[in-house]
């Protein structure tokens, strides 16, 4: 009687490790929703696509801006051509520095510039769930960023975790993941 409560806890013990050992090895199989090869390569193409892109015709002035985002925000849009097909981009500025003010930002908005961030609409079913919204941080240079693990923020950034570009831009208002036409 004793033997086989002992048995079976170590089956159960048995049953559990191995469950521990597998889902890794699923999680990290090459269906993660960002930081992907062609997340990155496409991130690249936008960049390329998007140079000049501080001359828009259609870019709002310095604004004071929200965490996470910088200190200060400048906004832009316009729809660009990447490798051949025509979508809309958002693309953010985000500033920040020691005592920065609106005349400092004025006078030397590339000394502030932290980060870009951009919103891309794909292609219908790129991400039903999340309207299609193709996401990506670049450093002031282009470089893509990464998170804490190592992954390149670009791609259907955080789907499916609690916070990130997708979990916090469904708070917005409308289910448009925009939050400058809530205001
Ligand atoms: C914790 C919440 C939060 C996270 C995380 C977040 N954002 Fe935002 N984002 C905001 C808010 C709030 C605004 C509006 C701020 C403003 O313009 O004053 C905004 C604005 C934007 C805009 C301008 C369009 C709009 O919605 O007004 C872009 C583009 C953008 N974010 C991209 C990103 C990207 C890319 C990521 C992930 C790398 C990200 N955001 C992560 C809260 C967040």
Redesign the pocket.
């Known amino acids: 009687m004793r033997l086989k409560l002992v048995l079976s806890a170590l089956a159960t013990v048995a049953l559990i490790a191995t469950g521990i050992v597998i889902f890794p090895a699923c999680s990290s199989g090459t269906d993660m929703p960002f930081g992907e090869q062609e997340d990155i390569d496409f991130a690249n193409a936008l960049w390329s696509s998007m140079s000049g892109y501080h001359g828009w015709k259609l870019a709002s002035d310095f604004?004071p801006?929200?965490?996470?985002?910088g200190m200060f925000?400048r906004?832009y849009y316009n729809v660009v051509n990447v490798n051949g097909t025509a979508y809309h981009v958002?693309?953010?500025d985000n500033f920040g520095g020691e005592g920065l003010d609106l005349e400092m930002l004025a006078e030397s908005p590339g000394k502030y510039l932290m980060a870009v961030?951009?919103?891309l609409q794909r292609e219908a079913a790129y991400d039903a769930d999340n309207n299609d919204w193709f996401?990506?941080?670049y450093g002031p240079d282009g470089t893509i960023d990464q998170n804490d693990q190592g992954m390149s923020?670009a791609g259907r950034?955080a789907k499916g975790m609690d916070?990130?570009?997708i979990?916090?831009?469904l708070t917005?208002g409308g289910g448009d993941?925009?939050?400058?036409?809530d205001m």
């Open positions: 604004y801006g929200v965490s996470p985002h925000l906004m958002i693309v953010k961030t951009a919103m996401w990506v941080k923020l950034v916070m990130g570009c979990a916090c831009h917005a993941y925009l939050f400058f036409n």
